[in-house]
């Protein structure tokens, strides 16, 4: 299903990013990789970059091939770097990205964005994440940090409630709908990579350890590789805007203890 496609996959580095990068080449594709270091195996064409400033991601998109065939939102930040970085990398940087890119996607093509179970407290807090999805353009993320009063420690699931929601917006937008572009969101629960000892210092240690303890494991790349390369093939051409968690059920336990049942 991705024999011959383009795929663009960022975060190519490490972790999630790294195991889906080498599965799709596994898997036929021709992967162009964005990180912001070079990864140390082979993975396909790379180009260095960061996805923190609108003119970082414009210079990215200068050097991408006019076709894709679907790209995967993989990079992310854990959140220790501070609330307006996260949010620039995790949501304004990836926006401004999918949004520059789409005239490149092929008619049917794919995004699939990678949220987090962190993200689950969307609709409770709906009003803030509508209002910073709603922020037009790449805005100066340390003002809109202080006029929404985010914590350092809240920036990641705040980045990720938002990035949940445009999920669901870009699913319809005319820029993506238009020409059959399918946006969807894998969310994954705690995951070992190298990053999770950062998640660790951020969420703290009894969520992370609660998480893992309802589902028995934390999930490895491996775990979530194949389902944001699922919704990147044409198996799944009829699934768009949605959030698949890929999470060992995590995300069922945590909801149905909110729903009390």
Known sequence: MLFGKTILVTGVSSGIG???????????ADVIGVDRRKPAGVMGSFIEADLSSQAAVEALVARLPQRIDALANVAGVSGNTG?????????????????????????GGAVVNVASIAGFG????????????????FPDVATLVREFGIPDGLGYPVSKEA????????????????????????????????????????????????DIARVGRAG?????????????????RWINGVNLPVDGGLEASVAAEAMGF
């Not at 790294?18 to 036929?28: D, F, K, N, P, S």
């Not at 937008?173 to 951020?202: C, D, H, K």
């Open 122 to 137: 969307w609709r409770a807090n709906l009003e803030r994440a509508k209002d910073l999805a709603g922020v037009q353009g």
């Open 163 to 210: 990035l949940l929601l445009w999920t669901f917006r870009a699913a319809h937008m005319p820029l993506f709908r238009a020409r059959g572009i399918r946006v969807n969101a894998v969310s994954p629960g705690p995951v070992e990579t190298p990053i999770l000892q950062e998640f660790r210092a951020v969420l703290g240690d009894a969520r992370v350890e609660s």
């Open 220 to 236: 490895t790349a491996p775990d979530i590789a194949p389902a944001i390369l699922f919704l990147c093939s044409d198996g799944a």
């Open 18 to 28: 790294a195991r889906t990068a080498e599965l799709a080449l596994q898997m036929g």
């Open 83 to 107: 609330a307006a970085l996260t949010l620039a990398v995790n949501f304004y940087g990836l926006r401004a990205l999918t949004e520059a890119v789409a005239p490149r996607l092929r008619e």
